[in-house]
């Protein structure tokens, strides 16, 4: 009988000011489809508000969705505070309009995947699957 493998728990937020969410809802409709839960928070979130609900709803992922070019302000308060809660150890995502200058620098704070616009989204799954040790995910394999 194969054992059924915990299902990845993915937070999809919008920090800021931010109100366009057409590319978040997209990447958590593709998430889902994939098997993930998504939490998808709405627009317009606070750091606090975002770090909040990773705490309570126990994430594995959390992905930031940011155009509005405030990411190296809200980025880093976002980590400060899942730090803070003891959530070092969640998978960070970013994606959005991320200068290329602003790359390393976000990586440096613990982002281990940032996405641009025009990213497939089943190589985001794929990057998470590989991020946290699926990258087989066993789908249609005899045990």
Do not use: C, W
Request: aromatic share 2%.
């Amino acid at each position: 009988m194969p054992h059924e493998r915990k299902k990845i728990r993915v937070l999809i937020a919008k920090p800021g000011l931010d109100g366009h969410d057409r590319g978040a809802k997209v990447i958590a409709r593709a998430l889902r489809d994939a098997g993930m839960e998504v939490i998808y928070t709405g627009i317009r979130q606070t750091p606090e508000a975002i770090a909040e609900a990773a705490l309570q709803e126990d994430v594995d992922v959390v992905g930031l969705s940011v155009l509005s070019g405030a990411h190296m302000v809200l980025a880093p308060k976002v980590v400060e505070l899942l730090k803070k809660e003891g959530m070092d150890n969640v998978l960070l995502l970013i994606g959005g309009i991320i200068p290329d200058d602003d790359v390393d620098k976000l990586k440096a704070l613990g982002f281990k995947g940032v996405f641009g616009p025009g990213t497939l989204t089943h190589d985001i799954v794929s990057f998470i699957h590989k991020q946290l040790g699926l990258e087989d995910s066993g789908v249609g394999q005899e045990e």
